[in-house]
């Protein structure tokens, strides 16, 4: 662990690539918003 | 437009049509971002390598390949949604005078409930649209929310009983009449529960949610806690004010040793002039909700049980796979009219329950106007046509498809219109910078639901990239 002198934050040493970088794709369902979010979905 | 249809082979890192990658300073002591906002695609790049990486013409070709058809996917989030889930206020009246509320206080003291003949016919005419519009595996969704729903308890119950193979439900109350047997009934039906509470103390808690008599509530959402224990499809939302942000991560321990599975720690929405006179500043409130996020990591790490604060998880996910989002203040358009909407007890639908106490966004009437002609009015148009190309500084912040410049309804009545930011700036960079932190460290999975990636596919990877 490093500490991290200008947010005060533990960082690990662990991911060291020059570049990191990913992304995964779905079927959108997303419904929450600021006053709620659904735990829970049910099938048809 | 298409970026094959500009007259530029986008050949060139920000020139022509070529990806606009924006260096974004995270926060890391070795990596800074590398963010083509267009697309919300993300990089992490080390900070002493950023001209020979963006000379590394293999791992941009890659990206090259992939920017399309990521603009396209961003398209279809911010534009292409049909709603599939309805905020069903079935009363317009509450027990607790908490005082940051969206709803004006007339209608809470002395409004009306929505009769149980409505709130059926109600439903009735939803299933009826959902079964037309709905083009998923998923059931179309009610949410039982504000003012206080089980105010209007038989006929909630009743809509719950008689459609519970039409939709899955959920409420969010304030716990005063969530006794054993309205546990058990929700339990049984597998509704998803939502409940409130600022604070770690009574102390705490009564400063913004009281009774209209003044009196505190900490000890009956206690009570409703110990009856939740074990549920798995429950949560607990903390709203963010003066009053109580230097106690947030007291909060989370608290949370967590009541075995609370996940929370939502959302800073005060400032729609109505009440709850400005309880809003934090931007930089000490995100100081404080960080404080929080770490604190619920070593929580994690010492005892093998995540509470998960939703809204930071969706701002992780909204990066690592945008689609996959839950929440959807933090895109813009917002979701408020086109991936949900609200329904008031007089019937009136608005595109988001912050809207309820605004007229001017009231789009038509359940029992009088077609869902369809209501989604299509004007007052909708407002809100579902507030992006953040519209919006300064947003059109040219990198992160602004991760944050979505929230809230529409802030921004109109606070700020003085759709094309204004909302109540907030900084707190959201400030949340994204540490997402990205983060990443760095590969902890995500840390803050994230034990297989939040369950139906997703890759579509992007940099060898060693952690997932």
């Keep these: 662990m490093v500490k991290n002198k200008k947010t005060g934050m533990n960082e690990t040493k662990k991911n060291r690539n020059d570049v990191i970088a990913s992304r995964k794709t779905c079927r959108t369902d997303g419904i929450g918003l600021s006053h709620y979010i659904l735990v829970d979905k049910k099938s048809k | 437009m298409s970026i094959n249809a500009i007259p530029s082979r986008g050949r060139f890192v920000n020139s022509g049509s070529g990806p606009a990658l924006q260096p974004v300073d995270i926060g890391h002591s070795t990596y800074m971002g590398l963010v083509d906002a267009d697309t919300a695609f993300w990089s992490l790049v080390r900070r002493d390598k950023l001209g020979v990486i963006l000379h590394d013409s293999a791992w941009l070709k890659s990206y090259y390949k992939k ?41 809470r003291r002395k409004g009306k409930h929505m009769s149980e003949e409505k709130v059926i016919n109600a439903l009735q005419l939803l299933k009826a649209y959902f079964k037309k519009t709905s083009g998923t595996a998923l059931l179309p969704k009610v949410i039982f929310h504000g003012a206080e729903p089980l105010l209007n308890k038989k006929a909630l119950f009743n809509g719950i009983e008689k459609f519970s193979k039409d939709f899955t439900f959920g409420i969010q109350t304030n716990t005063l009449l969530l006794d054993a047997e309205a546990v058990s009934f929700f339990k049984s039906r597998k509704v998803s529960i939502g409940i409130s509470l600022d604070g770690p103390t009574g102390k705490i808690v ?44 007291r909060m989370v321990s608290y949370l967590h040793d009541n075995e609370v599975p996940n929370c939502l720690l959302n800073v005060v929405r400032c729609t109505l002039p009440s709850a400005r006179k309880i809003k934090p500043d931007d930089s000490i409130a995100a100081r404080y909700f960080i404080d929080a996020l770490e604190k619920s990591y070593r929580l994690y790490k010492k005892s093998g049980r995540k509470l998960v604060v939703a809204n930071f998880a969706n701002i992780l996910i909204s990066i690592l796979a945008p689609t996959a989002r839950r929440l959807m203040c933090d895109i813009s358009p917002c979701g408020g009219g086109r991936s949900f909407f609200a329904l008031a007890p007089s019937g009136d639908i608005f595109p988001c329950s912050e809207f309820i106490g605004l007229k001017h966004f009231r789009g038509g009437n359940i029992f009088k106007n077609g869902i369809n002609n209501i989604l299509a009015s004007n007052a909708f148009k407002l809100v579902t046509g507030r992006k953040v190309e519209d919006i300064e500084p947003c059109r040219r912040c990198a992160i602004r498809h991760f944050c979505g410049s929230p809230c529409p309804a802030e921004a109109y009545e606070m700020n003085g219109g759709m094309d204004k930011t909302g109540a907030f700036c900084e707190f959201y960079e400030e949340q994204v910078r540490f997402a990205f932190r983060v990443i760095a460290d590969g902890k995500q999975d840390a803050f994230l639901w034990d297989g939040w990636d369950k139906g997703t596919k890759e579509t992007f990877i940099i060898p060693g990239t952690r997932t």
Excluded: H
């Design chain 2, 67 to 107: 920017r399309e058809s990521f603009r396209k996917e961003m398209e279809m989030l911010r534009f292409g949604l049909k709603p599939s889930a309805v905020y069903f206020n079935i009363t317009e009246r509450c027990n607790l005078n908490c005082r940051y509320c969206y709803i004006p206080e007339n209608m």
């Design chain 2, 206 to 249: 009564n400063r913004t949610r009281a009774s209209w008599a003044g009196e505190g509530v900490f000890r009956q959402v206690n009570r409703a806690m110990e009856l939740l224990k074990g549920y798995d499809a429950w949560s607990v939302i903390c709203t963010i004010t003066t009053e109580n942000m230097q106690s947030l991560a």
